[in-house]
């Protein structure tokens, strides 16, 4: 990440007031020569509980830790958009942008994965009274991987009658578990309608619905255990497997059936730390 030079920081609309480095005179920068140096992989500690009289501890799991990132920022044209002699004005404009209190999107510009970060810890301004210098920033973010843009697939015109095979790819670290909206076929007289969707590729899981009504639409997110019938007032968790739909590392191939438009929403995780 240190070898980027513009950044972004928010979505650069609504309340995160999302701009890039560019519009403060700003970049992301290294003070000193040498070779860079950055975090590789997140923090890991290892769950285990040890007994009296057995020296070698029983072994439960390994816990990921949020990471932090050590920025320096360097005023490049620190006074874009605002009087050359307001430097105080750049500087209060500067952290506010960069001080929420919550998480923002924050990546390097034209790299394929971001963080959602939050200003920590002690800060440093370093100048030499005339606009000129760094500030030196610590920032947290809300998990210990990086995340790609937001994605979506539309699938449409499916024959639902027949099962049709499909391939996703999942190019990140970690499995994904997406937001799926769904729509049911029209079928006359149609009260007792099934969808699935089974993965083919490696352990045959399948995600299916039962007992749906004819064009009924149904929204699932799948990490959060949510399910809503979009155009009917049925709780359907009644009428669901139970079996959430998770996307492996990797290529997988799914069979679709019962379903005639289908959009998948996500975003690819990745352990990195630079």
């Not at 240190?2 to 950044?7: I, N, Q, S, T």
């Not at 970690?174 to 079928?187: A, C, G, M, N």
């Given at each position: 990440?240190?070898?980027?030079?513009?950044?972004?920081?928010?979505?650069?609309?609504?309340?995160?007031?999302?701009?890039?480095?560019?519009?403060?005179?700003i970049i992301n920068c290294t003070i000193g020569g040498g070779m860079l140096e950055e975090g590789y992989i997140p923090t890991r500690e290892i769950r285990e509980t040890t007994i009296r009289g057995n020296?070698?501890?029983?072994?439960?799991?390994?816990?990921?830790?949020?990471?932090?990132?050590?920025?320096?920022?360097?005023?490049?044209?620190?006074?874009?958009?605002?009087?050359?002699?307001?430097?105080?004005?750049?500087?209060?404009?500067?952290?506010?942008?960069?001080?929420?209190?919550?998480?923002?999107?924050?990546?390097?510009?034209?790299?394929?994965?971001?963080?959602?970060?939050?200003?920590?810890?002690?800060?440093?301004?370093?100048?030499?009274?005339?606009?000129?210098?760094?500030?030196?920033?610590?920032?947290?973010?809300?998990?210990?991987?990086?995340?790609?843009?937001?994605?979506?697939?539309?699938?449409?015109?499916?024959?639902?009658?027949?099962?049709?095979?499909?391939?996703?790819?999942?190019?990140?670290?970690?499995?994904?578990?997406?937001?799926?909206?769904?729509?049911?076929?029209?079928?006359?007289?149609?009260?007792?309608?099934?969808?699935?969707?089974?993965?083919?590729?490696?352990?045959?899981?399948?995600?299916?619905?039962?007992?749906?009504?004819?064009?009924?639409?149904?929204?699932?997110?799948?990490?959060?255990?949510?399910?809503?019938?979009?155009?009917?007032?049925?709780?359907?968790?009644?009428?669901?497997?139970?079996?959430?739909?998770?996307?492996?590392?990797?290529?997988?191939?799914?069979?679709?059936?019962?379903?005639?438009?289908?959009?998948?929403?996500?975003?690819?995780?990745?352990?990195?730390?630079?």
């Amino acid at each position: 990440m240190k070898e980027g030079v513009d950044f972004y920081f928010g979505r650069n609309q609504g309340a995160d007031n999302g701009f890039r480095s560019v519009d403060y005179g700003i970049i992301n920068c290294t003070i000193g020569g040498g070779m860079l140096e950055e975090g590789y992989i997140p923090t890991r500690e290892i769950r285990e509980t040890t007994i009296r009289g057995n020296p070698k501890p029983y072994f439960h799991g390994v816990d990921f830790k949020p990471m932090e990132l050590n920025l320096t920022f360097g005023f490049e044209s620190f006074h874009t958009g605002v009087t050359a002699n307001d430097k105080d004005r750049a500087l209060r404009e500067l952290s506010y942008w960069l001080t929420k209190d919550y998480y923002v999107p924050f990546g390097i510009v034209g790299e394929d994965y971001m963080f959602y970060v939050m200003c920590v810890d002690d800060s440093r301004l370093v100048h030499n009274a005339l606009s000129q210098g760094y500030v030196d920033l610590t920032f947290r973010t809300d998990a210990p991987w990086a995340y790609s843009e937001i994605k979506t697939i539309n699938l449409s015109g499916f024959n639902p009658d027949v099962e049709t095979l499909i391939e996703f790819e999942n190019n990140g670290d970690l499995d994904i578990l997406p937001e799926i909206w769904i729509d049911i076929p029209f079928k006359t007289g149609g009260t007792n309608l099934e969808c699935s969707i089974a993965k083919v590729t490696g352990n045959f899981e399948e995600f299916k619905f039962t007992g749906l009504l004819s064009q009924e639409k149904l929204y699932v997110h799948n990490e959060k255990k949510y399910i809503e019938s979009l155009n009917t007032t049925h709780y359907r968790y009644d009428n669901f497997n139970d079996k959430y739909l998770s996307l492996p590392r990797g290529l997988t191939q799914l069979s679709i059936k019962g379903i005639e438009n289908l959009i998948f929403k996500y975003q690819e995780r990745k352990y990195i730390a630079y």
